[in-house]
Every structure is written in C-alpha cells, then in structure tokens.
C-alpha cells in the first residue's frame, strides 16, 4: 500500500480487524452478559456498564487521536488500539471485583476509540485521500458481519467452556486482528496543516467560516445518528417482543444493513456522499413510521425492521466519507476526532434514555420520539446538501475515481 493506493490485500486485512475488533468489544457483553451476571451475581447494570463506560472513554480520547495519528501514522494507532482491546479481553477473563471489570473496561474503550471504524477510514483516508469513498464501503461490508459472526462463536463457546475461557479465545483473536494490521504496509503520512488546537479552524476567511459552521452541522447530524441508532439497537429484541416477533426477526436488520453495504459496493460507491446523505435523511423518519404502524400489521413491522437496517448500515459509510466532501482530505483524522466526541457521548447516554422512554410512553410513543429525532436528520441533510451541493468539493467527490481498478 502506497499514498494514494489500496490494494485488495490491505482493505481485507483492515476489514478483518474490524470484523475482528467489533466482534470481540461492542458484541461482547451481549454474548456473555447472562453468563457474567449467573457466575459473579452482578447486576445487570454492572455487567452492561463497561462497554457504557467504554464509550464515554472513547469520547474523552477522540479529540487526542489526530493529533495521535499525525505523529505515529495511522496503522501504529490501530495496531496501539488493538493491542489495547486485546489485553482488555485477558484481563476481563480474570477480573472477580466491580471496580477491576470498569477499570478494564476503561482500557478497552481507550483500544475501541484507536482501532474501530472511525480510526480504520482514518488509515484509509491517510493512504488513499478523497479516492477512499469504495474503500470505505469494503471495510464496512467486513465490519458489518462482526455481530453475526460472533453471536454465533460466543454462543458456541459457551457451549462447551465458561465465559471466562471464551474471553481468553477472543483475547487470542484479538491477536489475530494484530497480525492483519502487520499486513497492512504503512502509507506515507501527510502531516495535516495546523489549524488551531482544537482541530476547527479558525474563523478569519469566509471559507474558514464555512468549514466551521460545516463542521458543527456534521457533528450534530453524527450525534443524533449515533443516539437514534444506539438507543434502537439497544432495546430491538424488546421491540420485537412488543410486536409478538420472534427474536429470529432481528436477523432482517442484519440482512438489511450488509445488503445495503453490498449494494453500495456492487454499484462501484457512484453515489456521492452528500446524495446518500440526504436518501438517509428522507428515509429514516419512514422507517419509524412503518415501525408505528406495526401495530396495523406485521408487514410494516418486517419493514421497519429490514429498512432501517439498511439505512442504518449506510450511515456508517456517511460518518466515513461525508468529511471528504466538507473538509479537507489532509484534515480528515484531526478534524473527525474532534467533531465526532459528541456522539460517542450521547451513544453512551442513548440506553439508559431509551430505558426511561420505553418504561414511560411504550413501544408506541418510544417509536414517535425517535421519528421526530429524525426528523432533525432531516432538516439538518438537506442543510448540508444546500450548503455544498454546487461546490467544487462536489465535484470531486462526484467525479474522483474511488480506487485504482487494478488494485482492487
């Protein structure tokens, strides 16, 4: 892997490890949750605030990582990262007190923030610039069969040992994710200018004033995203229970969000990142919608289900590429660290807000709040399509070639 190109090789071994890295932290807890609470007799909010805790940490350390990545490169940082998650996996398997599960847990949120999605299309932007937009979407297609791939070996594992041998087997296949990353050959790094400490620019030009205003609408469109998707994902199987689905219902959301992704790459990532922006935005107060009418009708309900799947596996790809578009490629990482924090902060707060609404207002009401927080998605795409649709950063999201045919 050279600046500027990805070949094949190196976007499977970048998605491996997020295939890897996402299966063994954020799917963890719901494989081994019960398993933890039978043999500790902690509670449930005990056992399921670690990965709670892990993403506030992650919000804390998101504005440090530009300034992490432009000193080490991005394959060091997710290589730190994973190292991180790996030793976070050995130590919950011997951890016998509450005060040692959050501690590592710490830890591991510090790993998740350096070596998750948003460090990966860092490492993709660094080496491939605004040409990352199909990168992306490979790496997503891999990440995106993480909770399938592990639901299924955890609950295996647990099969045939206790939880705590199944965290040492994932801490092994934490090595593993290593090794893919040694694979990756590190790009040339391009040291992003200086723009001010906390990586908005400073608002002298109109142009500056543009990224800053620019900025601040992506940041809200990530945190609202993040808090309607976390919230949703959180409580699912309750929401199925409510319409009388099986649990074996749930796989329609996986089935919608890695058929979007396959669609997304099988179309050759044509579709700019601001016009799948704004698709999103119009189709997620629809999917809540038919969620509503579920009640009329189970069809609606296998809708809901199935789109917002789908839509939701294509915001991943938006929170990607959508930078490409409003900022500087060369910014990418120092500028997504910083604006990015808010919605690790409200993915963080969005179960236990979800909890409370669910307990007040039913699956019903539940459903109509999260359909007018959407609603602000809404507003705020088409915001962001009025304010770049014509530019000429645009254009070149439009017309930029996503990666060398030859090396893909």
Sequence with gaps: MTHGHL????????????????????????????????????????????LTVAILVMGLVSPLTGSVMARTGGRM????????????????????????WVAVWVLTGVGMRLALYDAAFALIVETAGAGARRAVSLVTLL????????????????HITNWRHALLVYG?????????????????????????????????????????????????????????STGVSTHFPRILAAYGLPALAGMLWGVGQVSARLLDVASGARLSALRLNLIIGVLLPLCFLAGLAGCVTPVATALFVLGYGAVNGLCTVVKAVLPLVLFDPQQYAR?????????????????????????????PGTLLVSAILTLFITAISVVIWRRHSGSVVQSRDEEAPSLPGKNV
Excluded at 346 to 359: D, G, R, T
Aim: aromatic share 12%; glycine share 14%; net charge positive.
């Design 7 to 50: 070949t094949g090789r190196s976007i499977f071994c970048i998605g491996m490890t997020q295939l890897i890295n996402w299966g063994i932290t954020f799917y963890m807890p719901g494989v081994f949750g019960t398993a933890i609470m039978a043999e500790t007799g902690w509670s449930p909010v005990v056992t399921f605030s670690g």
């Design 335 to 363: 500028k997504t660290g910083v604006l990015l924090s808010p919605g690790f902060f409200l993915a963080a707060l969005a179960p236990s807000a979800y909890a409370m609404l669910l307990e007040r207002y039913g699956i």
């Design 143 to 158: 990440g995106g069969l993480a909770s399938a791939v592990f639901w299924t070996a955890g609950a295996a594992l647990l």
């Design 172 to 228: 092994c296949a934490g090595l593993v994710g290593l090794l893919f990353l040694t694979a990756v050959p590190a790009g040339r790094r391009v040291n992003p200018p200086m723009v001010g400490r906390s990586g908005l620019p400073a608002t002298g030009t109109a142009e500056d004033r543009k990224g800053f205003i620019s900025g601040l609408w992506y940041a809200a469109l990530i945190a609202l995203l993040s808090f309607v």
């Design 77 to 100: 940082m997710m290589m730190a990262g994973t190292f991180a998650i790996t030793i976070g996996c050995f130590l919950m398997a011997i951890t016998h007190s509450t005060a040692a």
